[in-house]
């Protein structure tokens, strides 16, 4: 599974993270978590309030700081 | 009826009576303006966040960008400020914001009333005017606010700075047909529930400080302490007192209070208004984002014709009231 956190490194997006790591590691799953900090690129995605979460390259939020409880529904 | 009566005979009967302070004593006057303002401006702050930050759930970026492309130049100006008095600047997405707007079609002025109105016109500020000098003067801070949007976006618009902007925005694709996504009623209420804490957490510290400092204004300071030197009489305070205001970005919750103290030391309405709105509009970290995507002329550009409106405010109001 390939995740991506979408943020330019503001506080939130670092909160964003930590959580998905939490999920990931609660869930013992196989996960590629990558940070896209590039602003073009977090654009491309269409994605105008960071920070934002890419599971397989499919936007699942945007705007908010998801809870680990809230991650782990986009991972199953 | 003053809505906030009962607590100033509570806060009395807490000062006079529990802490046995004089009536009518410089200590006394001055415990019972802290007390008083902390207690009053906490609660208004809490209701107006609230209340800010729920209609804000229905104005995602991604849904301003729908409304505001496509529209008319002026009417568009219009819309966008009014949308920016819901929206605070947020470091985190001024940029992503700016490139979307622009992206997505949205004229260059338009993006530029959203971009003013959204720091200018902060709810915080709002909430403190209401609370320590009546609504009549935060509904005039709100006013005067959009129309500076409007008219310095529709200005800035007119003056086709497209080729300041950074080349590589307009190189940008955006994906389209990104679904909005839908919240429920609970998850609105609990959203807007959570930014008012986190809000309140972060301005509480310096709120207390700048009502103590005004608190000691109030009681301790010469009664026409600024008349002389920041009197309406004095044609450079407005402008000094925006320059003074641009260092001073995020704390307007601190510096609020103090300023609502020197008015009653003789600063004109005016001028104060000017310090405040250039503390939450002229702000260096936001000039520092925003110049990813702006060449240094259009940054330069925007500032001044913000500032200029921002003093044109001020001597109007001095003049007026």
Same mark, same amino acid.
């Given at each position: 599974?390939? *995740?991506?956190?979408?943020?330019?490194?503001?506080?939130?997006?670092?909160?964003?993270?930590?959580?998905?790591?939490?999920?990931?590691?609660?869930?013992? *799953?196989?996960?590629?978590?990558?940070?896209?900090?590039? *602003?073009?690129? *977090?654009?491309?995605?269409?994605?105008?309030?960071?920070?934002?979460?890419?599971?397989?390259?499919?936007?699942?939020?945007?705007?908010?700081?998801?809870?680990?409880?809230?991650?782990?529904?986009?991972?199953? | 009826?003053?809505?906030?009566?009962?607590?100033?005979?509570? +806060?009395?009967?807490? =000062?006079?009576?529990? /802490?046995?302070?004089?009536?009518?004593?410089?200590?006394?006057?001055?415990?019972?303006?802290?007390?008083?303002?902390? %207690?009053?401006?906490? @609660?208004?702050?809490? +209701?107006?966040?609230?209340?800010?930050?729920?209609?804000?759930?229905?104005?995602?970026?991604?849904? +301003?960008?729908?409304?505001?492309?496509?529209?008319?130049? /002026?009417?568009?100006?219009?819309?966008?400020?009014?949308?920016?008095?819901?929206?605070?600047?947020?470091?985190?997405?001024?940029?992503?914001?700016?490139?979307?707007?622009?992206?997505?079609?949205?004229? $260059?002025? =338009?993006?530029?009333?959203?971009?003013?109105?959204?720091?200018?016109?902060?709810?915080?500020?709002?909430?403190?005017?209401?609370?320590?000098?009546?609504?009549?003067?935060?509904?005039?801070?709100?006013?005067?606010?959009?129309?500076?949007?409007?008219?310095?976006?529709?200005?800035?618009?007119?003056?086709?700075?497209?080729?300041?902007?950074?080349?590589?925005?307009?190189?940008?694709?955006?994906?389209?047909?990104?679904?909005?996504?839908?919240?429920?009623?609970?998850?609105?209420?609990?959203?807007?529930?959570?930014? &008012?804490?986190?809000?309140?957490?972060? +301005?509480? $510290? !310096?709120?207390?400080?700048?009502?103590?400092?005004?608190?000691? @204004?109030?009681?301790?300071?010469?009664?026409? $302490?600024?008349?002389?030197?920041?009197?309406?009489?004095?044609?450079?305070?407005?402008?000094?007192?925006?320059?003074?205001?641009?260092?001073?970005?995020?704390?307007?919750?601190?510096? %609020?209070?103090?300023?609502?103290?020197?008015?009653?030391?003789?600063?004109?309405?005016?001028?104060?208004?000017?310090?405040?709105?250039?503390?939450?509009?002229?702000?260096?970290?936001?000039?520092?984002?925003?110049?990813?995507?702006?060449?240094?002329?259009? $940054? @330069?550009?925007?500032? &001044?014709?913000?500032?200029?409106?921002?003093?044109?405010?001020? !001597?109007? /109001?001095?003049?007026?009231?």
């Amino acid at each position: 599974m390939k *995740i991506k956190i979408l943020g330019s490194g503001c506080p939130n997006c670092k909160v964003l993270e930590a959580n998905t790591k939490k999920a990931v590691e609660d869930m013992k *799953i196989k996960a590629d978590i990558e940070k896209v900090t590039d *602003i073009a690129k *977090i654009m491309e995605y269409g994605v105008m309030s960071t920070p934002a979460l890419v599971v397989n390259e499919k936007v699942v939020s945007y705007g908010r700081v998801l809870s680990p409880e809230e991650i782990k529904k986009f991972l199953k | 009826m003053d809505p906030f009566y009962p607590l100033q005979i509570f +806060v009395n009967w807490l =000062v006079y009576s529990l /802490f046995s302070l004089e009536q009518g004593s410089v200590i006394g006057g001055a415990i019972n303006f802290f007390i008083y303002d902390s %207690i009053k401006i906490l @609660i208004l702050l809490a +209701v107006i966040i609230f209340a800010v930050s729920y209609i804000r759930t229905y104005l995602a970026p991604e849904k +301003v960008k729908k409304l505001l492309s496509r529209k008319f130049e /002026f009417i568009g100006n219009m819309i966008a400020s009014t949308i920016g008095i819901f929206t605070p600047f947020c470091s985190c997405s001024a940029v992503p914001l700016f490139i979307g707007l622009v992206e997505s079609g949205v004229p $260059l002025g =338009v993006t530029f009333s959203y971009l003013i109105a959204a720091p200018l016109i902060n709810e915080i500020a709002a909430a403190l005017l209401w609370g320590l000098f009546g609504w009549k003067v935060a509904l005039l801070y709100i006013a005067s606010g959009w129309v500076i949007s409007v008219v310095a976006g529709f200005i800035l618009g007119k003056m086709h700075l497209e080729k300041y902007v950074e080349d590589y925005v307009y190189k940008i694709k955006m994906k389209q047909g990104l679904k909005a996504q839908k919240k429920l009623q609970k998850e609105r209420i609990s959203e807007s529930l959570g930014e &008012t804490k986190s809000i309140i957490r972060k +301005v509480f $510290l !310096y709120l207390l400080i700048g009502i103590a400092i005004g608190a000691f @204004i109030h009681g301790y300071a010469p009664e026409n $302490l600024l008349t002389n030197i920041a009197g309406k009489g004095n044609w450079f305070a407005v402008p000094i007192a925006v320059l003074i205001g641009v260092p001073l970005y995020s704390n307007a919750a601190g510096m %609020i209070p103090i300023v609502s103290s020197l008015i009653e030391k003789g600063l004109p309405l005016g001028t104060a208004l000017a310090f405040m709105m250039a503390v939450t509009a002229l702000s260096l970290p936001e000039a520092i984002i925003l110049r990813k995507v702006m060449k240094l002329k259009l $940054l @330069i550009i925007y500032f &001044t014709i913000v500032a200029l409106g921002i003093i044109f405010i001020g !001597y109007l /109001f001095n003049w007026i009231l």
